[in-house]
């Protein structure tokens, strides 16, 4: 009878902690979903509406004219041509470069890897400044041209450590045994390195493309006076700023009609959703990685 009990108590605390967890994971996902809905609400709101305020999850009177506002901008279809194209290509190299040379500070045989790693390491803590910089820039003939953006960042130190850290992780005896089997170190690399390290490269990945997609100072710094190698960030900068300007140039009798228009508010909102959701995109095919990896860390643990 007290065993029947016990079950019975066991089983009413399981349900419990079910109703707990449920209503727990429901106010989370509330709060972390409210402000993407009121910002998506605000960007698809008449600009006049959205004035008054009191917008939450639904916008009041529905209509698309914030995002016409931003597509009529004949340069902005050359922002993002240049932007995904920086995007795919930066990640892509970026992520070579630094698993290449996490792997060479991997092995233990390499025989200046305290040299380079401390080198690197002070990288991240000392930089020669925006002038320096800029005429480094300009003495590599990189300013006006499209590698301007590819180019100057694609080793990153603090990427090189974390994908070293989960290599030195990785049993040394199969890089041991490709070599014994005639591999040599790019084959080791390429075949034996890379599978085993898709969790880490999938969050550098992530890293880098949205390092890439939301990158505008480097556009402005070198390339803004070049309309074919402008970049999406950089046009939508540029609308938000005439935007509000426009705004606080127009006086009390054409104030209804500017807003009638468009205002500042919708705009940003509209703004902020076409910068997001490209990454959103991408983020579920990445996501099984992150998982992976997850439970590769609490294996070996």
């Given at each position: ?7 019975f ?23 972390t ?17 959205t ?27 050359t ?21 290449m040379?996490?792997y ?6 390499f ?8 080198f ?6 000392f ?14 003939d ?27 992780g ?8 490709a ?6 170190d ?6 034996v ?25 480097d556009?402005y ?8 190698l ?53 983020y ?18």
């Amino acid at each position: 009878m007290a065993s029947s009990s016990k079950a019975f108590n066991d089983t009413r605390g399981d349900k419990i902690f079910n109703i707990c967890n449920i209503i727990l994971m429901s106010v989370i996902l509330i709060i972390t979903l409210y402000p993407f809905l009121n910002v998506l609400a605000i960007s698809l709101n008449d600009s006049t509406d959205t004035v008054r305020g009191g917008i939450y999850l639904w916008p009041r009177e529905f209509t698309w004219e914030n995002y016409k506002t931003i597509f009529n901008y004949s340069s902005l279809i050359t922002g993002f041509k240049i932007t995904i194209f920086r995007t795919v290509l930066g990640t892509l190299l970026g992520l070579i470069s630094a698993s290449m040379l996490a792997y060479t500070l991997s092995r233990p045989d390499f025989k200046s890897r305290k040299f380079v790693s401390t080198f690197l390491a002070l990288t991240m803590y000392f930089t020669g400044g925006l002038v320096p910089t800029y005429m480094l820039m300009r003495h590599m003939d990189l300013i006006g041209t499209f590698w301007i953006y590819i180019l100057p960042g694609i080793v990153s130190a603090y990427n090189v450590f974390i994908i070293r850290s989960f290599i030195d992780g990785l049993p040394y005896a199969l890089q041991e045994s490709a070599k014994l089997d005639g591999a040599n170190d790019f084959k080791i690399y390429y075949k034996v390195i890379l599978p085993l390290c898709k969790p880490v490269l999938a969050t550098i990945s992530l890293f880098l493309a949205v390092g890439q997609w939301n990158a505008w100072f480097d556009t402005y710094l070198y390339n803004g006076n070049k309309a074919h190698l402008t970049t999406l960030q950089y046009e939508l900068m540029k609308i938000l700023q005439s935007t509000n300007q426009g705004a606080r140039m127009v006086n009390a009798n054409d104030m209804a009609n500017q807003m009638a228009q468009v205002s500042p508010e919708s705009i940003k909102m509209a703004i902020t959703i076409v910068v997001t959701v490209p990454i959103l995109l991408v983020y579920p095919f990445l996501q099984r990685y992150f998982v992976d990896g997850m439970t590769l860390g609490a294996v070996k643990a």
